[in-house]
Each structure stands twice: as C-alpha cells, then as structure tokens.
C-alpha cells in the first residue's frame, strides 16, 4: 500500500469531506471489548454520546480531534478552462504517537486544517493546475504551504476534459479555537506552455469558526 495513502487513511479520517459525504465511525464507537465479551448497550450509549459531542478518532498514528467543520463553503468559479469550486473545510488537533513523530516534523501536536476541492477541466487541450500546492493564511499570522505528503492528487496536468477532487492539507500551529479565519490561494491555470489561462492567483476567505 502507498505510504502516503496509508497515512492519510488511518491517521487522518477524513471522509466527512470526500466527494461521497458519508462520515466514518470514530474507532471508540466498536463494541468488542479485549476479552472479546459484547459491551453493555448502555455502555455503548455512553460511547456513542462522547463521540458526538467530541468527534474524537483514534489510529496507530495518534488521536485526531475535530474542531469545526463547514460542508457546504460553495465558493468557487471558472479560471479560463477550468471549473474550481471549494467544497468544504475541517479544522482539528492531532495527537501523534511517538513513533510517527517524524512525519509531523517533531510534533507531538499539530492542528490541521483539510479544505475539499474539485477541478475541471471543460476542453480537451492539456493544462496545469495546482490547487494541491495552494498556501493558506491564517489570522493568527501563519502562512502555510499544503502538504503535499497527506493531499489527495488533485493538481498537475489535466490531459483534457478530466475532473479532480479531493483534500488538501495544511499543518498549523496554532490551537484549532484560535483560527477564525483563513485564506485559501491556488495558482491560476496554464496551457501546456506555461502561458496563463486566467488570472495568475485566485484567493478564497473561508470562515473557521466553531
């Protein structure tokens, strides 16, 4: 399996903002207990409650905690060839275990912020675009490149008429409470000869508050 999927998969669970909408269970709402012995309905009740309210996943690779989550941003427009719409955004904070502490560049914490796009190309001729290598700014001061380890491959050459979309990832330090706002800002399109097919950038505000 991809190392890169692999990580994003288990320690990143973040289905919520793929193209299907469905939402995965937390990895505390199983029922089986060590000994293999069913739990108790109300105890799974309990369970369930701490869930919903605290949105907590568990994975080898640490504890991830949402924050806030807005599914329905619709921003968005055509940048010459290419229809780009910003999906949804999530924020958390991510707990890491000690022995992925290398992929989070030391941090046993880091809050992540996932924003969910899809682009479209609408001719047949060949483009570029990189909305996966987009920065984010924050009111806290940060500004932050996606990572490009975690992202979903919704960027780079579009040989024709193809549609991406997917999560792109950036790790701020910043507590998730603290992050009011942020802005989004993708490159513009280029033909195959690097030539601009709209505008050079195209920036997004998006509201993080809980």
């Given amino acids: 399996m991809n190392m890169k999927r692999y990580g994003f998969l288990f320690a990143l669970p973040f289905a919520l903002l793929a193209g299907c909408g469905e939402e995965t269970e937390p990895a505390s709402s199983t029922a089986p207990t060590e000994q293999g ?18 949105e907590v996943y568990d994975s080898e690779i640490g504890t991830n905690t949402i924050h ?29 275990a000690e022995e992925y502490l290398e992929m989070f560049d030391g941090k046993d914490e ?35 490149d996606a990572d490009l380890w975690f992202s979903d491959d919704v ?7 193809v549609k991406k979309e997917g999560n792109v990832m950036f790790m701020a330090d910043a507590m998730p409470e603290e992050l009011t706002e942020v802005r989004f800002i993708v490159g513009g399109p280029t033909n195959t000869d690097y030539e601009k097919l709209a505008e050079e950038s195209y920036e997004y505000k998006i509201d993080v508050t809980k």
């Fill in 37 to 54: 012995e069913e739990v108790k309905e109300s105890e799974v009740e309990e369970q369930e409650t701490v869930t919903a309210e605290e």
């Fill in 68 to 96: 806030m989550k807005n599914t329905e941003l619709a921003l968005g427009e055509t940048m010459g060839s290419v229809k780009f719409e910003v999906n949804k955004v999530q924020t958390s904070r991510m707990s890491v």
């Fill in 110 to 144: 880091v809050t992540l912020v996932v924003v969910n796009v899809t682009a479209e190309n609408t001719i047949d001729d060949t483009i570029h675009f990189y909305p996966d290598q987009g920065t984010l700014v924050t009111n806290t001061g940060e500004q932050i």
């Fill in 155 to 161: 960027g780079g050459d579009f040989l024709g008429k």
